[in-house]
């Protein structure tokens, strides 16, 4: 069986497309385009299910049409719209460094040079353009920090832990 901590979610079927079976898939991270995925993950009823892709096409940088092997109707499709899309954490590790999301690192440890172990990334946001780690304390307390890839020292990947350099006074900001 498929575990929560082997996959991300990576977007949401939105809606059917066409008689045959397509769906339209909004997405955060190409990643099953960058790796040549053979499938992707969907929670049907609580349980991570693998979809063989039978083919894909990009509508926009978000949005995608799949075709999964035995979704060949509408009414099939119809059933799997609102469907949350996950992805192997193993498969995005083959494509290096290139191939994760900023969503891949929710569950990492933060661990910064000068303070040490911070916090765990609790969530990701991507609102803007800049993107931030919401990073949750052991004092309980949640702590924004800007990702910025020259801040990132070293992510270890087995541990889960992302080794940062935050500039001086940015830890202090959230002490008040």
């Not at 977007?11 to 955060?28: D, N």
Request: hydrophobic letters at 45%.
């Amino acid at each position: 069986m498929i575990s929560e901590d082997d996959v991300y979610k990576i977007g949401v079927l939105a809606k059917t497309h066409g008689v045959g079976g397509e769906l339209g898939f909004t997405f955060t991270d190409d990643v099953f385009d960058r790796v040549e995925a053979d499938y992707l993950i969907c929670r049907m009823d609580g349980i991570l299910v693998p979809f063989f892709l039978e083919d894909y096409r990009f509508r926009s940088n978000s949005m995608a049409l799949v075709k999964f092997e035995g979704i060949d109707t509408e009414a099939q499709a119809r059933r799997m719209v609102g469907v949350e899309v996950f992805f192997p954490k193993a498969l995005a590790e083959e494509g290096g460094d290139a191939a994760y999301s900023w969503e891949y690192f929710v569950g990492f440890t933060i661990v910064e040079k000068e303070a040490g172990e911070i916090g765990r990334v609790e969530a990701v946001d991507d609102s803007t353009m800049n993107v931030l780690f919401k990073v949750g304390t052991p004092s309980g307390q949640d702590l924004f920090i800007p990702v910025a890839e020259e801040w990132i020292d070293d992510i270890d990947h087995s541990a889960r832990k992302i080794y940062m350099h935050l500039p001086e006074g940015l830890l202090d900001l959230h002490e008040h």
